[in-house]
């Protein structure tokens, strides 16, 4: 199966990157990530300080992970003058730098970290939303390097398509979408208490919660704009993820949160089970699904669910759960009945059915994660 991908020209023998965070956070940690087989490595974002980092400043649960880390708690000096030399002589994947903040902190930055960087992925998270800013900044950067630039979206943007646009017309070739969710809280009742965070408390939630926003940005910037390529970010657990980010449109794809929740090797379980959901959906390449169209299936009359009574086990989830109380269990009569006059055909049954006993109304089997 190949697995290549290219974006903004730069060549990957695979999508899957970590995305920057704890994990790329130095020399040892990215070799350790690189020997999990992944395409491409991105490093923890540098600046012109070291960040001062909040304690505690991850938490995770099973579908999300919220974290007050900031940028790297390494002083720039420690990265062009250590680390970056030595992944640079030591690294065989291709290697993106990821920067931050100003269009002041790149002046200083981009002349020394570009000897050692593929591509420079600058992280907008604290920039604010002024898009002159942005461009300001891209513009900056590419007086200061040839290499691609990737301009990274947080999702708090409020105009995405204006954000790729203006990043595209002042010298990037790309964008990553999306960066953490927020900001957030997470409230400690007992205590009265804000669990964790900066001063002013508030933290960012990333991990597959946020991945339906993040396919959603993808689609959007990918279609809306030409001339960039995007790379996709945002709650990937899988390889059927990865499958669906290049669908909407991404060309390589990154993960952490999936990484912090269930453990590094998912970057190696997601790269080696990828040929498989490739060959399960019918793709014969990496290439193959970046090609392929989606299609948007919307209408208005609605299908009812049909029940298989050899699947279900009337554990009565459907009728609890029926928001338009249209469906009944009958565990001793072993029947189940759906009104349809009743039923709006909205899915969410089919959605939730654990033994994927019903089918009929979404266009696609099995109960959702
Ligand atoms: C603990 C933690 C630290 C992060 N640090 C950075 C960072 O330094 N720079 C950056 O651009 N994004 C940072 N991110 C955001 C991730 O790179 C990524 O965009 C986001 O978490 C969504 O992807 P995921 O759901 O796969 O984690 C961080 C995320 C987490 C959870």
Not at 202 to 223: F, N, T
Not at 314 to 330: G, L, Q, S
């Amino acid at each position: 199966m190949d697995l290549r991908t290219s974006v903004a020209g730069i060549e990957l023998k695979n999508p899957v990157m970590p995305a920057s965070g704890p994990l790329v956070g130095d020399d040892e940690k990215i070799l350790y990530i690189e020997r999990l087989g992944v395409g491409g490595i991105v490093t923890k974002t540098i600046s012109t300080k070291a960040a001062e980092v909040p304690r505690p400043c991850i938490g995770g649960g099973t579908s999300y992970v919220m974290n007050a880390e900031l940028w790297s708690e390494l002083p720039p000096e420690k990265w062009i003058n250590e680390i970056l030399p030595r992944l640079k002589r030591e690294l065989k994947v291709p290697m993106i730098v990821s920067v931050g903040y100003t269009k002041e902190d790149m002046e200083q930055l981009i002349p020394e970290l570009d000897k050692f960087a593929d591509g420079f992925e600058v992280s907008t998270h604290y920039v604010g939303k002024d898009l002159s800013v942005i461009g300001e900044i891209v513009s900056t950067i590419r007086k200061n390097t040839d290499k691609p630039i990737f301009m990274k979206m947080s999702p708090h943007i409020p105009d995405r398509i204006g954000f790729a646009k203006v990043a595209r017309d002042n010298g990037a070739n790309g964008v990553v979408a999306i960066n953490s969710l927020g900001p957030t809280l997470k409230i400690d009742p007992k205590g009265r208490q804000i669990v964790f965070g900066g001063k002013d408390g508030y933290v960012w939630v990333s991990g597959p919660y946020i991945k339906p926003l993040a396919l959603a940005v993808v689609y959007e910037v990918s279609h809306a704009v030409e001339g960039i390529d995007v790379i996709g970010v945002g709650g990937i657990a899988t390889a059927d993820d990865v499958v669906e980010f290049l669908l909407a449109g991404a060309k390589a794809v990154q993960l952490l949160s999936s990484a912090l929740i269930q453990g590094k090797d998912i970057y190696k379980r997601i790269v080696d089970s990828l040929p498989r959901a490739l060959e399960k959906y019918g793709f014969r390449s990496v290439q193959e699904v970046i090609e392929t169209e989606l299609e948007w299936n919307v209408k208005y009359e609605p299908d009812h669910p049909k029940v298989d009574l050899d699947k279900c086990t009337f554990c009565k989830v459907c009728e609890w759960v029926c928001p338009y109380w249209a469906i009944w269990v009958d565990k001793e009569a072993k029947t189940v009945t759906v009104d349809e006059d009743k039923c709006f055909g909205c899915g969410l049954c089919q959605t939730r059915c654990p033994v994927n006993a019903i089918s009929g109304v979404m266009p696609v089997e099995g109960k959702w994660r």
